[in-house]
């Protein structure tokens, strides 16, 4: 189970910090992932991360704004959101990939989602 928080209402250049909570499971590895779904848009992915290394993701359109991190410890996903923009107003999800590497921010990977949190950037 993925459970999203920390969305709102932010100011354009402005930050907002997304948290995804998952359940305890029995992989050392795996992949975590954001990814965003704006009103008549289809979902795109966002950032993610692969658990093994630490090897990060990142769309073109957020790279250099926005920084995904896992804190192993607490089972907690998170997305730093800086410099943002009217653009990046979606949903925001969280997804997973277990037992096995990331495969980009490709969402067909993912088999497993949270039901979202709104970002609203005015």
């Known amino acids: 189970q993925l459970v999203e928080s920390g969305g709102g209402s932010v100011q354009a250049r402005g930050s907002l910090r997304l948290s995804c909570a998952a359940s305890?499971?029995?992989?050392?590895?795996?992949?975590l992932g954001w990814f965003r779904q704006a009103p008549g848009k289809e979902r795109e992915g966002v950032a993610a991360i692969w658990t093994g290394g630490g090897t990060t993701y990142y769309a073109d359109s957020v790279r250099g704004r926005f920084t995904v991190s896992e804190d192993n410890a607490k089972n907690t996903l998170y997305l730093e959101m800086n410099i943002v923009k009217p653009e990046d107003t979606a949903m925001y999800y969280c997804a997973g990939r277990y037992g096995a590497r990331c495969a980009g921010l490709d969402a067909a990977t993912f088999g497993y989602w949270g039901q979202g949190t709104q970002v609203t950037v005015s």
């Open positions: 305890a499971h029995a992989y050392s590895s795996y992949c």
